[in-house]
Structure formats: structure tokens, C-alpha cells
């Protein structure tokens, strides 16, 4: 019945179409434009009655067919490792013990379908190194690197026979390590040499140099600004009144100013900075230590102005610097 309604209606308007694109006698106004809006009304019948269902029949044939596709899909491939799957079962041994994550990488399908012990051995050792650095991540993740998961994760390197840890890993794992004694106020002996320019005072305890480090101090600028003596108008013989007279006032602006590069230790009761100039700062009038992007902002209590030290290694200094007076 729709396909009936659809071809009459088409019919009609085609014939309406043809009638006034052909017209002669001029009685319809503008006849081109009359049968090209009879003609676009006739194709829309037409197409709603006849074209739009092929195009739906085609669509779900083509549908059909994917569908089969997925269905006889072959299952005999033989699946190889999710790299997903290879970073959870590692990262297991930060919560139980590295020799159940030893057996669980070793049960890995590409891993268990191998011949020789000689050649899983190998394959659990590249997959420990190539998620080395994601196993050191998640241990990080919550700031803190514990005494278990430190043992765990160097359980797990030497079972799997790894001689060379990479030397970001390596430092990343000992800094992390040492903040943790920091924290626990548990004083070890530093792994970096103390600056020949600093002298220690009594129960001073050095902690940790950084080189390359920038030293900018916060300043304050002062202009003075504005003053005035005015517009004299004469309002009578001998008399002046001054319009506009206003004194000048001072502007305080704060701007950061580097003050050179050089290096920068920590003991546990002051901050040295040796960058051509030497300077020395209490870690008890801190009052505030932020990491930057690429640096430490600290601000201190009383008229000291806040200094920024800008080095690669943002994250580890801040975290000494306020954990310091715990050695």
C-alpha cells in the first residue's frame, strides 16, 4: 500500500513538474522554479517508497555478513602475551614475594610452550627488564618506597639474573630509599661527597649536594609614583587657587631575580648555596617548601624573602629539605 501512495504521489508531481517547465500559455509565475520544487517533492516520494528500503536491505546484508566473519573467526591462533598482563604479575611482587612472582611470569603461555628451561629463563628475564621502570613507578606511586618492596623488587632482579640494573632505575630506587630514612629519622652515611666550602658546626650532619643548581632570590622593587603640584588659576587680584595638587606615593613590586648557578647542601640545620656568592639559611625559619616544575620555592619566617632553586631533581629536594631536621 505505501509503495502504491509513494508512486502516485511520485507520478503526479512528475507530471505537475513537466507541465509547468513546459508551459506556454505563461500562466504560472516563475515555471522553472515550480517544476523544480515538483520534481524534488516526486524524487522524495520516490525515495521513501522504494530506494530507502533497498538501501536498509543492503546495509543489513553487509551487517550480516560482518557478523559471520566474527563468528568464524579461527580460535587456533596461538594468543601472545598482553603486555597489561606482564605489568600486573610483576607489579605482584610489591605486595607478596618475589619468588610467586618468579613462577607466575614463568606460567605466561609463550613462556610455558617453550622447549628448554635455558629458553624460559631468558624469556623471564627480558620481560623483568623491559617492565623495570613500570615496576619502579608503581612502587612510587604513593611517595614512598617501603623496606619490603625495596627487597622484593631486587629479589626479583636477581632471580632473574639481571646484572646491570639501568642507572635511572638504580637512582631512582636509592633516592626513594633514602627519603624513607630520612622520614623514619634512621641516619645512614650520604653516597655523595660533602663541598670542600662548607664547614659544619657542632651536631650538623651533612645530608646531600646537588650541582647545576640556579639560585634566584624574590625582591622587592620600589618606585615612587604620581605628585602633582597642580593647575595655579588666578580668581582674583593677588589670589591663585591650585586645582590637581596631590602628592606621590611608593609601589612595592616583587620580582624574581637570579642570582647565579652553582651548588647547593644540605645538612641538617641550614641550606649552603655557594654560586660565586655564599650564603647559608636556617631550616628552622622555614615556613613553607614547594616542588616547582623545575625547581623548590622555599619562603621563610620573618623578613627573609622566599628563594627559588631550580634543578632537574625538583621531587628529591624538596623532599630532603623538609624531611632534614628527622637526621
Known amino acids: 500500500m505505501k509503495k502504491i501512495i509513494c508512486g502516485f504521489f511520485s507520478l503526479l508531481f512528475i507530471f505537475v513538474g513537466c507541465t509547468a517547465f513546459l508551459d506556454s500559455s505563461k500562466k504560472i509565475e516563475n515555471p522553472i522554479w515550480t517544476a523544480a520544487l515538483a520534481f524534488i517533492i516526486a524524487f522524495i516520494f520516490l ?37 597489561d598482563d606482564e605489568k600486573s604479575i610483576i ?16 606460567e605466561l603461555k609463550t613462556i610455558s610452550c617453550l622447549a628448554t628451561q635455558e629458553e624460559k629463563e631468558t624469556k623471564v628475564k627480558d620481560i623483568v627488564q623491559k617492565n623495570l621502570s613500570f615496576l619502579v613507578d608503581k612502587a612510587l606511586e604513593d ?14 632482579i636477581n632471580k632473574a639474573g639481571i646484572k646491570e640494573i639501568p642507572d635511572s632505575e638504580k637512582n631512582r630506587l636509592m633516592k626513594a630509599s633514602f627519603i624513607r630514612d630520612l622520614l623514619n629519622g634512621t641516619p645512614r652515611q650520604s653516597p655523595c661527597s660533602q663541598p670542600s666550602t662548607i664547614a659544619l658546626n657542632k651536631n650538623e650532619k651533612f645530608i646531600w649536594a646537588w650541582e647545576n643548581v640556579t639560585f634566584s632570590e624574590v625582591q622587592t622593587f620600589k618606585n615612587f609614583v604620581g605628585g602633582s603640584r597642580g593647575i595655579g588659576v588666578r580668581v582674583a587680584k593677588g589670589l ?68 627559588i632553586l631550580q634543578t632537574s631533581d625538583a ?9 632534614a631536621q628527622n637526621w
Open 47 to 83: 525515495y521513501f517508497g522504494f530506494l530507502r528500503k533497498k538501501k536498509e536491505k543492503a546495509i543489513a546484508s553487509h551487517q550480516d555478513i560482518i557478523i559471520e566473519q566474527k563468528t568464524n573467526k579461527p580460535t587456533n591462533i596461538q594468543s601472545t602475551i598482553n603486555p
Open 91 to 106: 607489579c605482584s611482587v610489591l605486595t607478596s614475594d618475589a619468588d610467586s612472582a618468579y613462577q607466575q611470569i614463568s
Open 143 to 156: 611517595g614512598v618506597l617501603t623496606t619490603e618492596e625495596e627487597d622484593n623488587i631486587y629479589s626479583l
Open 240 to 307: 591663585y587657587f591650585r586645582f590637581g595638587n596631590y602628592r606621590g606615593h611608593t609601589e612595592s613590586t616583587d620580582k624574581v631575580v637570579k642570582q647565579g648557578t652553582g651548588i647547593v647542601a644540605l645538612t641538617n640545620k641550614n641550606i649552603y648555596i655557594n654560586v660565586g656568592i655564599a650564603r647559608k639559611f636556617s631550616l628552622e625559619k622555614t615556613i613553607d617548601i614547594k616542588p616547582c616544575e623545575d625547581g623548590v620555592f622555599i619562603q621563610f619566617d620573618g623578613r627573609q624573602k622566599p628563594i
Open 315 to 323: 621531587w628529591f629536594m624538596a623532599n630532603c629539605i623538609l624531611n
